[in-house]
């Protein structure tokens, strides 16, 4: 019995040992996750620093433009068309040529009004012949009432005779007459097909270039006195270029005529022209009408100055007009203007009478929100909000005529800062480093 006891005191030992182990290590661990959540409190309660690119506010010349894409046309052409119908016999000039005011550009088939020449030709000679005829009778019987005349003034013809004799000469008279107005009718018959065989040749009404030919030799045109007819060429002066804009009714009204341009045309790719606008649109030419993609333009031309290019109609072009310019003026990037909306509170101040005891509590009533333009400028490591009134702006600047002054630090990046993250007096960082990274490396 003696030797059993000792060999049960140290299993007991061995036992004590490990639940004193096992405790050491659970409160071990519940200290740590303690230490972990106040660490994570406290980083909480710091505040978050936003990291920003800065720009120091300074004067510069700015200048606002309204860019919009067409097509360079000659500022002078002319639509040749036929006003007779019938079959192009000569086109001595082909596109591209140069012509001179008088040449001849188109001739019509004449053949076909030969015989309408021979008809009325013969109609104007029968008419003629029967005139001559009716003369004669009109003087026949133009004695014939003179004489039964003087013999009814002696009592040896009655008042029948003479009204009889009277009555033939007012005939033969008459029918003179309608002869006359016939050979008239027949003249001016042959004078309009000679009219419409003179309109078979047609000489250029200017000088310029065959820009446009439709028809080729062979071709029959359509035409008439009164409305165009087939459109056979067109001859255009060159030496005087225009592009043709569409601009949108907004952009429209910052334009007027004499405003500088700048004109880039795809032909040219390494050239600017310069020009000026000469003519605004008064009505508007729109395209979707009554859909939701319903557009609203007006064509402005723009006079091309350079005459030294061998620019041609149709090519496209875009053109930048100078609408404003401001010299020596404060300018922040485009990007550091954001927008907050500013709760305005107005007082009402209501009768003394009736409700007004009872509604006194709640005069103080909330408007329509108002989005203000602000900025933020970095002082002592923090942003700070500042309202400004804008200008005028070019692709990159815009000028702040109100709020800035010269020299301070705007914020101009990020996008997410600038729009989300930056409040009156954020802590911020300012790495204006990021962005020339960013260029190095592409």
């Known amino acids: 019995m003696s030797d059993a006891n000792p060999q049960v ?13 096992k405790k050491f290590v659970i409160f071990g661990a519940i200290f740590l996750v303690i230490i972990i959540v106040i660490a994570v409190l406290a980083s909480s309660k710091k505040e978050k620093m936003v990291e920003v690119q800065t720009e120091k506010i300074k ?8 860019t919009a894409t067409g097509k360079i046309q000659a500022e002078t052409k002319v639509v040749i068309s036929s006003e007779v119908s019938g079959e192009i016999v000569a086109l001595p000039f082909k596109e591209g040529e140069e012509v001179k005011k008088g040449d001849l550009v188109v001739k019509i088939k004449q053949e076909a009004y030969a015989p309408q020449i021979q008809e009325q030709n013969a109609q104007v000679k029968v008419a003629e012949s029967t005139m001559k005829i009716n003369e004669v009778g009109v003087q026949k019987t133009k004695l014939e009432f003179e004489r039964i005349q003087e013999l009814q003034k002696k009592g040896l013809a009655s008042q029948s005779d003479l009204d009889n004799a009277r009555l033939n000469y007012e005939q033969t008279l008459a029918q003179l007459n309608n002869n006359r107005a016939n050979i008239n009718l027949s003249k001016t018959g042959l004078a309009k097909i000679k009219y419409d065989i003179s309109k078979t040749t047609i000489y250029a009404p200017m000088s310029g270039t065959v820009t446009q030919l439709n028809n080729e030799v062979g071709e029959k045109v359509l035409g008439t006195s009164f ?13 005087s270029m225009e592009c043709q804009i569409d601009v949108s009714e907004t952009d429209v009204a910052l334009i007027n005529i004499g405003d ?38 007006f064509v402005v031309k723009v006079r091309i100055l350079d005459k030294d290019a061998e620019l041609r109609p149709g090519m496209s072009c875009t053109c930048d007009i100078e609408v404003d310019k401001r010299n020596n003026v404060i300018t922040v990037p485009i990007q550091s203007i954001t927008v907050r909306d500013e709760t305005i509170m107005n007082q009402n101040v209501l ?7 009872q509604r006194k509590g709640d005069n103080k009533k909330e408007k329509k929100n108002k989005p203000q333009e ?8 923090a942003a700070k909000k500042k309202n400004v009134k804008t200008g005028i702006s070019d692709d990159n600047y815009i000028e702040i005529t109100e709020g800035l002054a010269d020299g301070e630090e705007v914020v101009k990046g990020s996008y997410k800062a600038i729009n989300t993250e930056l409040e009156d007096n954020s802590k911020v960082k300012v790495d204006n480093e990021v962005k020339m990274k960013k260029k190095d490396k592409e």
């Not at 140290?10 to 004193?20: L, T, W």
């Not at 004067?59 to 309204?66: A, C, D, F």
């Not at 032909?267 to 609203?296: C, D, H, L, M, W």
């Open 9 to 21: 005191k140290p299993v007991q030992v061995n036992k004590k040992r490990k639940s004193k182990k």
């Open 59 to 66: 004067k510069r010349n700015i200048t606002q433009l309204v």
């Open 227 to 239: 409305n165009q007819g087939t459109g056979i060429m067109t001859i255009s002066d060159l030496s």
């Open 260 to 297: 500088t341009a700048r004109i880039q045309v795809d032909a040219f790719p390494n050239r600017v022209f310069t020009g000026y606008v000469y003519e605004i649109a008064n009505t508007a030419k729109s395209k979707g009408t009554g859909t939701q993609e319903e557009v609203v333009n």
């Open 351 to 357: 009768d003394e009478s009736n409700e007004n005891l």
């Open 374 to 381: 602000v900025v933020f400028i970095v002082e002592n490591g």
